[in-house]
């Protein structure tokens, strides 16, 4: 089968239009199918970009931009607990604005080592950014307003049914592709017609979602503004999020174990009690979404050459942002190895690695979400009936609760665990060496060279990570100049496998991470260690290779 273009994607949302713009950079056309009209505003559903998907933006050209939108430079991006929004405050996680966040290293994630701190920045922004970027991309066709109906696969390609909105009684388009991902959305008509099934938990949390329109907000704190404001009280408990740090904020209202009707609670007295206003307070309610949080988790994310990628893979209550940062993370992983299938210097097996990385990630950040949803929902029930009141028994209560409310919450607002101690330890395409990775939690991680974690940032000179100078698939660390012959018998091995291989002389590099102790480091685009070792001959360099190809499931000494 000859593909119009070698992947078709189903969702132009920041997971589809992040897999196109992978898949631009390594000079593979991609279309993406879109049911919204280009000129749809985006949810305000996403409110943070983590670190890791800064890096990864960092990478596409697109972390400037994003880095540039949503908050005034000096609204601070903390997080705060209070007695209502406007009341008063009894917890603040500092988080740096926009103005001082490459240079505050105060705070709980202000010395990250990383070259991209995350970004507070709402979905209504990202998505204009990053369509601008796609726009440019001479390599991507976005069709908007069409909808995929259905597909047909075989081992030569995917044909796929697409119905033009515009024209609904015009027969449907007939495109093809050598793969076809589904990045649509909890609704996925891909994963439906693959066969997948979500599983997990239902119901976590109901919540009543509404973006506002309210002038005269900022007015009235008494405590000084933050990105997310949280109201916990006897009476009511949510949140509000700035989206512009002006006049427009979305609140949510988290619903109690027995309120099962969305209809039941008054969304207007809810939305007062959440501020702590009264009926002369004027607000606009510009959207409104009521939702079910819920931890479910696709039984599959491949079926031949059919994948699944963001919300149509998984779905959990949006703790943090996590549903789509790691939709990000999906689709910077399955652009990297469909690359390498499309380049041709990939096993066909190799494709199994993306199912057998990120289903077992998926899985574990869907419960962690979960947990901590958990976790949040008793500390509800717990507020003390004193809380509010204008005494010391009022004050104590307040401290004593801020500071409990602020150990739950501070692993999930700066969570260097999610960002950067995930690893791979199920991979086809992964040279083990034995050692164990070291544990995954929300909170906090170690830095490993473990292969299959993150390979530990460093500097390589003024401004220039060792990230910005990773080859589009494999770059080699080499930091011992003896090494010189492993070196040259690897790059043969991978000329002749046709694998792309950079190397790195990072010999000189001053402040080395400690972890760093085998001369020989091979690293992913992605940033993911896949080899480390002592040295290497012709024999054992060909073996890699044929590993890292997905041709050998031979791990080399």
């Not at 305000?44 to 540039?68: Q, T, Y």
């Not at 991006?77 to 505050?104: C, F, K, M, N, W």
């Not at 009684?169 to 979500?198: E, F, I, N, T, W």
């Not at 070792?533 to 190809?549: D, I, P, Q, Y």
């Amino acid at each position: 089968m000859s593909p119009n273009a070698p992947v078709l994607v189903v969702g132009a949302g920041p997971v589809g239009m992040t897999m196109a713009l992978c898949l631009a950079r390594r000079g593979i056309a991609c279309t993406l199918v879109e049911m919204r009209p280009a000129d749809a505003l985006p949810d305000v559903k996403c409110n943070h970009i983590s670190a890791r998907s800064m890096e990864l933006f960092r990478a596409l050209g697109v972390a400037a931009d994003l880095r540039a939108a949503g908050l005034p430079d000096d609204y601070p991006h903390d997080v705060s607990y209070r007695t209502s929004t406007v009341g008063q405050e009894i917890a603040r996680i500092h988080i740096p604005g926009r103005r001082t966040r490459l240079t505050d290293r105060s705070g709980p994630d202000g010395d990250w080592p990383t070259p991209e701190p995350p970004h507070r920045v709402n979905q209504r922004y990202i998505e204009p950014i990053l369509a601008r970027h796609v726009a440019r991309q001479g390599l991507i066709t976005t069709l908007y307003r069409h909808q995929v109906l259905g597909y047909e696969s075989s081992d030569a390609g995917v044909r796929v049914r697409i119905q033009n909105l515009q024209t609904p009684h015009a027969p449907p388009l007939q495109l093809q592709a050598a793969y076809l991902v589904g990045c649509d959305g909890g609704r996925s008509v891909v994963r439906k017609a693959m066969g997948a099934q979500l599983v997990g938990d239902e119901v976590v949390q109901r919540v009543q979602s509404t973006c506002i329109r309210a002038p005269g907000l900022l007015a009235r704190l008494r405590a000084p503004a933050a990105w997310a404001m949280f109201t916990v009280n006897p009476r009511r408990s949510g949140n509000v999020y700035a989206i512009d740090g002006q006049e427009v904020w979305l609140v949510h209202n988290y619903l109690r174990d027995h309120e099962l009707d969305f209809e039941a609670v008054d969304r207007d007295w809810a939305i007062r009690t959440i501020l702590g206003v009264g009926d002369d307070f004027e607000y606009e309610q510009m959207s409104c979404e009521d939702w079910i949080g819920r931890r479910l988790v696709s039984n599959k994310l491949r079926e031949g050459r059919v994948f699944l990628a963001g919300d149509a893979a998984h779905l959990w209550v949006p703790y943090a942002g996590y549903g789509m940062n790691a939709g990000l993370a999906d689709a910077a992983n399955l652009a990297w190895h469909l690359s390498a299938q499309i380049e041709g210097w990939a096993a066909p097996q190799a494709l199994d690695a993306y199912e057998r990385e990120r289903h077992p990630i998926t899985e574990q950040v869907s419960r962690f979400a979960m947990n901590h949803a958990h976790a949040m929902s008793q500390r509800r029930r717990e507020i003390p009936p004193q809380l509010e009141e204008d005494s010391a028994q009022g004050q104590a209560a307040r401290e004593a609760f801020g500071h409990n409310l602020y150990a739950l919450n501070v692993q999930q607002y700066c969570c260097a665990g999610l960002n950067f101690g995930y690893f791979y330890d199920q991979s086809p395409v992964i040279a083990y060496d034995g050692a164990t990775a070291p544990d995954y939690s929300m909170g906090s991680f170690q830095a490993s060279t473990v292969p299959g974690c993150r390979a530990p940032h460093f500097w390589l000179g003024q401004g220039q990570s060792v990230y910005d100078a990773l080859g589009p698939a494999f770059t080699l660390l080499c930091l011992q100049p003896e090494q010189s012959a492993a070196v040259e018998a690897l790059q043969a091995a991978a000329e002749r496998a046709g694998m792309p291989l950079r190397v790195l002389d990072v010999s000189g590099v001053q402040d080395l991470p400690a972890e760093y102790q085998h001369p020989l480091l091979m690293v992913r685009a992605d940033a993911h260690t896949v080899w480390r070792g002592h040295g290497l001959n012709e024999a054992t360099a060909t073996a890699l290779v044929a590993r890292l190809c997905g041709r050998a499931e031979i791990t080399p000494a």
